[in-house]
């Protein structure tokens, strides 16, 4: 089964809020990437983190990485209507035995209502 | 081409059908990588392809399923004797070298098994 836990399931806010999907995984990941899926798309990578502690930021979206690299988080302020999709973060085991296992977790599906 | 490209975009069988699956990556790419997507679920891993060598299939089901990359460029994915379980959009995806890099993804194809 999965071992990347992603919470919530669902979001719904009000254009111009923030937006957080938290990421969980069970085992230490070598890192994490986060993909967004528009309703009828394929996923669209958006980033990667690999280091420890890491944070990245792409306009209105923040991305971190755990310090133990078991967890990660997307936050998004001020949304707006084309931030609709759902956002699924995605890890690779540290030192897995699986060489091409991305796995995914469940994603937090993001609704905004203008 | 300037992306992934999956066909058919739909397919539908009968139970016990056999079914062909067609990935082609990007110009270039080395790795590829299958995945089954369920409706509301993120993808779960497949199969992975170094060029024409296949170094993970750990996802693979069942010994139904089954992919080739033989010239290390269109990859295709069978499905022999389809259960109604096997209903799925199927995903593929490359990327540029490393098997933990950004993947692109294709659209899909959508599989129902009647």
């Known amino acids: 089964g999965q071992q990347v836990m992603q919470i919530p399931q669902y979001q719904h806010v009000q254009e111009g809020e923030d937006f957080t999907t938290y990421c969980n995984s069970s085992?230490?990941?070598?890192?994490i990437q986060w993909y967004k899926q528009r309703p009828g798309g394929h996923p669209v990578f958006l980033i990667q983190?690999?280091?420890?502690?890491e944070v990245k930021k792409q306009k209105r979206l923040t991305f971190q990485f755990g310090e133990a690299k078991k967890n990660s988080s997307l936050h998004i302020t001020a949304t707006q209507t084309t931030d609709v999709g759902t956002y699924f973060c995605a890890g690779f085991l540290s030192g897995g035995g699986s060489q091409g296992n991305l796995i995914f977790g469940k994603g937090t599906k993001l609704s905004v209502k203008p | 081409g300037a992306g992934v490209s999956q066909s058919p975009r739909y397919k539908v069988a009968k139970r016990g059908q056999d079914v062909a699956l067609r990935c082609d990556p990007i110009?270039?790419?080395?790795?590829l990588f299958w995945y089954q997507q369920a409706l509301g679920q993120g993808p779960e891993f497949l199969t992975y392809?170094?060029?024409?060598?296949?170094?993970?299939k750990s996802g693979l089901p069942s010994d139904r399923f089954f992919a080739e990359r033989p010239e290390g460029s269109v990859s295709t994915l069978k499905i022999q004797r389809t259960q109604q379980e096997d209903s799925a959009v199927y995903l593929c995806?490359?990327?540029?070298?490393?098997?933990?890099?950004?993947?692109?993804f294709g659209d899909g194809t959508r599989l129902s098994i009647l």
């Open positions: 983190l690999v280091k420890s502690g």
């Open positions: 392809f170094q060029n024409e060598a296949q170094l993970d």
């Open positions: 085992t230490t990941l070598s890192n």
């Open positions: 995806a490359s990327s540029v070298d490393r098997v933990s890099g950004p993947q692109h």
């Open positions: 110009s270039g790419h080395v790795s």
